[in-house]
């Protein structure tokens, strides 16, 4: 695989009882209607095993990276290999002093590890035909696409598996594949437009008139893990219902900046049986100073041009050890746990934020955990999502406030739209009594057969906190104590020891992307003393411990499922994070001008019907904004911006070099855009914007 351009970085010694052997599959160029009908593509894998398949079939998990560039050129200046055209996604081939990106390869540290202890690994390119492909109107990401990819590949698997089907198992594979995968233990793993890919294999293969469960015969998808996914890219919402599901998200992305994947976790708050039934759980997993392409060894180059408030994990090029550990202590435990006949639940501990994290992650950085050990169902139920006007429960029933401003309202921009919280604000004119206490209807909650009170917080930015280094115990500390039907309250229990309240931090380019995202936090009910359980009349939130603050409270709910025992994860022995200006100084973008990169905008009216574009532009009378640069558009996970004035437009192809982009806007979008309005391309955090000077229609 040398002649790919293959990254060659430290090894890391696997820790499984097998010894590892890798092989490949390559079918290339094919006609695959079950895929795509409008395209070639390969279907290319490498696959991680045990030396040894004999005895038993071996539980499969397969891979699945984002989108990136198909063709790679070496920077002598950077020194690393730069992904900048997608020839072989168009053509099978890449052009002169190019090589192929082997973006399926840069998860080797993770694949091989996993077959150590006894996995398949199937490791998806996803080249030719998907990645930077041109999108289509129902599918702008092309991640419905990516889902029949994943699942046609298991249907290959599945042929060899069984011994039938027209495709002969290539000796390149390197193994008798005939009995040795046990397709009723299945995990999947997608990284940025991979993981809403993995998520559209799932319901895909599950939908009515799938023609999939034909072909790969009975199969359970147990988990999937997420690596800063994309969500929204396709017409379905696509979620990962019934299923385990853990979502890591770089706090200092700067490709996929607005977190998407907090989306797919949200929605599981609002999913109620018959729909998710499976006792499965549900979280986050947010990496303070990670940003998104270093979880792929074989991007080399970062989306992000550094972090504010905490020490970024990665260089500007090359590899991050750090941010490899962060997903190599997360997602091994996490399949590890949920997918196999010999999974070891135990081992998803870590994902339960009462849990304490293991130092192999704590002395790298700090994280945030969100946090559903099951659906929403009789054993987990949700008590309070804010739905109301500020001052009111969601039954109705008005809140108490001292000392402090409550204001209901939707959660930060990375949040599902509609997932709400209670915006808790005070500050050092306000009165030293202060707390928000939520009132339940009627006579109150009847806890006597739960275990466990949870709720989601985070912290804004007040006072100075986000003008400073983050504390490496937090910004904030306050109280929670459960209220008697007359009135009396609970011990309260302090959060300092519980959890860590921290500074919003993001992406350095600019502080409107510092995230506010909501994460877990878990209380055993059997910590609450001086109250009947069988008649809580509310909950008490008290702020007296800080002299200003900015908290929102997110969903409230009650479990029948304990929480972990632990303290609160260990101090991490990490370097000290620069200041929010000297990290802006030191890596923001600069702004540039039209003339700077020879910028060119124009305008093409389609006489008749045009193709259908990323864009979602179809149809009679589209327009196409075509936009031309010197300086090429990188291949991301998340939808390009163009602004023009103050309307926004998502989307767009991008041509084999990178140097044009093609926006179709159906006719009746383009007619909103302002005549002479400003014209503008936000790709992704470490590139300068675009500018194309006015609009002229």
Request: glycine share 10%.
């Amino acid at each position: 695989m040398a002649a790919l351009g293959t990254v060659v970085n430290d090894a890391q010694a696997v820790e499984g009882p097998y010894e590892v052997r890798t092989g490949s599959y390559m079918l290339p160029g094919r006609d695959e209607p079950l895929v795509a009908t409008d395209r070639k593509v390969d279907l290319w894998a490498e696959v991680y095993r045990p030396k040894t398949l004999k005895g038993k079939p071996f539980p499969i998990l397969v891979f699945l990276h984002g989108n990136h560039g198909t063709c790679g050129t070496y920077d002598p200046v950077r020194r690393v290999r730069v992904d900048n055209r997608s020839d072989y996604t168009r053509t099978g081939v890449c052009p002169e002093n190019y090589v192929i990106t082997p973006n399926h390869l840069g998860y080797a540290y993770l694949a091989e590890e996993l077959a150590s202890w006894g996995y398949v690994v199937v490791s998806i390119n996803a080249n030719r035909g998907v990645t930077a492909g041109t999108g289509l109107t129902e599918d702008r990401g092309l991640n419905l696409m990516r889902g029949r990819l994943i699942l046609r590949h298991l249907a290959l698997l599945s042929d060899w598996n069984s011994g039938r089907g027209d495709i002969a198992p290539p000796k390149t594979l390197g193994f008798k594949p005939l009995g040795t995968m046990d397709f009723s233990e299945v995990g999947i793993m997608g990284h940025s437009r991979g993981g809403e890919g993995a998520r559209a294999a799932l319901q895909q293969f599950r939908d009515a008139t799938s023609p999939f469960p034909g072909l790969i015969g009975p199969m359970n998808i147990k988990s999937i893990f997420e690596i800063g996914p994309v969500d929204g890219q396709t017409s379905r919402v696509l979620d990962a219902n019934g299923v385990n599901s853990m979502i890591l998200l770089p706090s200092c992305d700067g490709d996929v900046y607005n977190l998407q994947g907090m989306k797919v976790f949200d929605r599981t708050f609002d999913r109620a049986a018959p729909f998710d039934t499976t006792q499965a759980f549900h979280g986050t997993f947010e990496v303070k100073g990670a940003n998104h392409n270093a979880y792929n060894t074989e991007w080399q180059t970062s989306d992000s041009p550094g972090c504010l408030g905490v020490k970024n994990l990665f260089p500007a090029a090359g590899f991050s050890k750090d941010q490899k550990a962060t997903a190599f202590h997360t997602m091994v435990p996490f399949f590890r746990a949920t997918v196999g006949k010999n999974a070891d639940p135990a081992l998803a501990a870590i994902f339960d934020p009462a849990t304490t994290l293991p130092a192999t992650l704590s002395d790298i950085t700090k994280y945030n955990r969100g946090y559903l050990p099951g659906p929403n169902n009789e054993k987990t139920e949700m008590l309070e999502r804010f739905s109301q006007e500020s001052g009111l429960s969601d039954s109705g029933v008005p809140t108490t406030v001292t000392g402090v401003t409550v204001t209901n309202q939707q959660a930060s921009y990375e949040h599902q739209l509609g997932t709400r919280v209670a915006r808790v604000t005070w500050d050092e004119s306000s009165p030293s009594e202060r707390f928000f206490q939520l009132n339940f209807a009627g006579k109150g909650q009847n806890l006597t057969s739960y275990k466990t009170l949870a709720f989601r917080a985070s912290l804004g930015c007040f006072a100075n906190i986000c003008n400073k280094k983050q504390s490496k115990k937090g910004e904030m500390d306050f109280t929670v104590a459960l209220v008697a039907a007359d009135g009396t309250l609970s011990n309260e229990l302090a959060m300092v020891g519980r959890t860590r309240l921290s500074r919003p931090v993001g992406p350095a380019y600019g502080t409107q992307y510092l995230h506010e995202t909501l994460y877990t936090v878990e209380l055993p009910l059997e910590d609450f003393e001086g109250v009947d359980l069988g008649a809580v009349a509310g909950v008490r939130f008290t702020f007296e411990k800080k002299r200003s603050g900015v908290v929102n409270i997110g969903t409230i709910s009650k479990s029948t499922l304990p929480a972990a025992t632990g303290d609160v994860d260990q101090e991490p022995a990490m370097a000290e994070a620069e200041t929010p200006e000297a990290i802006l100084t030191a890596s923001a973008a600069p702004r540039t001008t039209a003339g700077a990169d020879s910028n060119r905008i124009r305008i093409v009216r389609a006489s008749g019907p045009s193709s259908a574009r990323s864009s979602g532009g179809s149809g009679d009378g589209a327009v196409e904004i075509v936009l031309s640069t010197k300086r090429p558009f990188p291949f991301t996970g998340a939808l390009p911006t163009l602004t023009v004035g103050g309307e926004t437009v998502e989307g767009g192809d991008i041509s084999v070099d990178g140097k044009t982009m093609t926006i179709s806007v159906p006719a009746k979008d383009f007619a909103k855009l302002p005549d002479g309005g400003e014209v503008s391309l936000f790709v992704q955090a470490s590139s300068p914007v675009w500018k194309f000077g006015k609009l002229a229609k």
